[in-house]
């Protein structure tokens, strides 16, 4: 799962400050963020400390974490409200079509009859790990970017009251992650909806 989930992380980090570059903001890139180097979307707590904690504490059935957030300035961005809504899509846009290209890899091993099973868990961990963190990122909840984009796209009054729980919102996603309601009805439910869309096409290239 290492090479999958490294380039979950980067590409996702990478991908919002492409956006924002291409939307006006240069912060990401004059601070050397716009990059495929993983060690710079390495946060010491969220992407090691934590995830191990969670990993050691739970008996390895529950691990969660987060990557160096990738600083955007929306001053600088043409249309902030509206641009901030496609800099922040662009993470979990870039993690929906790296769910595709594993699934492309693992229909092209399917089609040459290489069943080498190393090659194979590591397309799926693609497809999977890919697909967990473009749903994870877009609940609807700030600092996700899910939240981001509620933000962009509601009127202004309930866009403001759904901002000021940014503080608190990594403890709401924890909380829920922890008592399992976000798993269930949110995690679980549109996740197996990709894996459906996916690996349907996929089972038939097996036969």
Same mark, same amino acid.
């Given at each position: 799962m290492a090479l999958p989930v490294?380039?979950?992380?980067? +590409?996702?980090?990478?991908?919002?400050?492409?956006? @924002?570059?291409?939307?006006?903001? =240069?912060?990401?890139?004059?601070? /050397? =963020? +716009?990059?495929?180097?993983?060690? %710079?979307?390495?946060?010491?707590?969220?992407?090691?400390?934590?995830p191990l904690m969670l990993y050691f504490a739970t008996d390895g059935k529950f691990v969660f974490g987060y990557a160096k957030p990738v600083p955007v300035n929306t001053r600088n961005l043409r249309n902030p =409200? =509206?641009?901030?809504?496609?800099?922040?899509? @662009? /993470?979990?846009?870039?993690?929906?079509?790296?769910?595709?290209?594993? @699934?492309?890899?693992? /229909?092209?091993?399917l089609l040459v009859g290489l069943d080498e099973a190393f090659f194979m868990q590591m397309a799926?961990?693609?497809?999977?790990?890919?697909?967990? *963190?473009?749903?994870l990122n877009l609940f609807p909840l700030p600092p996700l970017d899910g939240g981001r984009i509620a933000v962009g796209l509601l009127p202004y009054k309930p866009a403001s009251m759904l901002a000021r729980l940014e503080p608190a919102g990594f403890f709401i996603v924890l909380a829920l992650m922890l008592t399992g309601v976000l798993g %269930?009805?949110?995690?679980?439910? *549109?996740?197996?909806?990709?894996?459906?869309?996916?690996?349907?096409?996929?089972?038939? *290239? @097996? %036969?």
């Open positions: 490294l380039l979950a992380i980067t +590409i996702h980090e990478a991908a919002h400050g492409y956006a @924002a570059r291409h939307f006006g903001d =240069r912060t990401a890139e004059m601070l /050397g =963020r +716009i990059t495929l180097n993983p060690f %710079k979307h390495i946060d010491a707590i969220g992407t090691v400390l934590i =409200r =509206r641009d901030m809504v496609w800099v922040a899509l @662009a /993470g979990p846009a870039s993690n929906f079509i790296q769910a595709l290209v594993w @699934a492309l890899l693992l /229909g092209a091993l799926m961990a693609g497809i999977m790990t890919n697909l967990v *963190l473009a749903v %269930k009805y949110w995690l679980s439910p *549109l996740v197996g909806f990709g894996l459906d869309a996916i690996l349907t096409p996929l089972q038939w *290239l @097996a %036969k």
